[in-house]
């Protein structure tokens, strides 16, 4: 079955601290993929994406992603994470005009 | 202005009961869509369309039916709310290309 995976329901990182977000997907040929961020109380707002092209992508807030073709994954990174990215992540995947959302992975960030 | 709004923003409402949750944006978007957002599940998608004459139903549309009034707005009714349809409801849109959705802010529906 087509899916997007975030093994990771809950990670808690210290300010300053590297952070990577795991995600992995299961489709026939490669989806186009997506990192969104959600606020409390906000909307989901787009942090980068991958359609083809270069395997690194940068996104805002000093985010990055790499796919990975072999591991079927497409991993949010940020070197030095800060106390305002505190949120809920979802990785998505483009495909068949349709998008399909992982389950999310709540991000706390500790002093 | 928001790009995309949804109105209510949050909702009470009974078992039984009729709501409509409605959704317009200023993007100028062909593509609508309408998720729900539920603890651990992420979001799952209720119902899409593609054009103001296209309606399509995504994984969850039980209970559920939309209606795109026009290029710019689109509704979610529950026409008898039952209390599993609590949840964050979100209003998307994308272009044509359909490579990007832009979310609105949430309705937060409860149905006791």
């Known amino acids: 079955a087509q899916s997007v995976t975030q093994p990771d329901i809950h990670i808690t990182v210290s300010e300053g601290a590297s952070l990577e977000l795991r995600c992995n997907y299961s489709?026939?040929?490669?989806?186009?993929l997506f990192w969104y961020v959600q606020s409390p109380g906000q909307g989901l707002q787009l942090l980068l994406k991958?359609?083809?092209?270069?395997?690194l992508v940068q996104g805002i807030k000093g985010f990055e992603a790499e796919f990975k073709r072999s591991q079927s994954s497409f991993n949010l990174r940020k070197p030095s994470v800060h106390w305002s990215d505190a949120a809920e992540y979802f990785c998505?995947?483009?495909?068949?005009?349709?998008?399909?959302f992982g389950t999310g992975t709540s991000l706390t960030v500790i002093p | 202005d928001a790009d995309v709004t949804q109105t209510p923003r949050n909702r009470i409402t009974k078992t039984g009961k009729r709501i409509m949750l409605e959704c317009s944006q200023t993007?100028?978007?062909?593509?609508m869509y309408w998720y729900r957002q539920d603890p651990g599940l992420g979001l799952r998608l209720i119902y899409y369309?593609?054009?103001?004459?296209?309606?399509n139903k995504g994984e969850i549309s039980d209970g559920y039916s939309v209606s795109r009034q026009a290029q710019a707005k689109f509704s979610l009714s529950l026409e008898s709310a039952i209390p599993n349809q609590t949840a964050l409801y979100f209003c998307?849109?994308?272009?044509?290309?359909?490579?990007?959705?832009?979310f609105g802010p949430g309705t937060r529906l409860t149905v006791l």
């Open positions: 998307a849109t994308s272009d044509l290309a359909g490579n990007e959705q832009f």
């Open positions: 489709y026939g040929a490669t989806p186009y």
């Open positions: 991958y359609f083809s092209g270069d395997t």
């Open positions: 998505a995947a483009l495909t068949g005009n349709q998008f399909y």
């Open positions: 993007k100028g978007h062909d593509r």
């Open positions: 369309s593609f054009d103001v004459k296209d309606i």
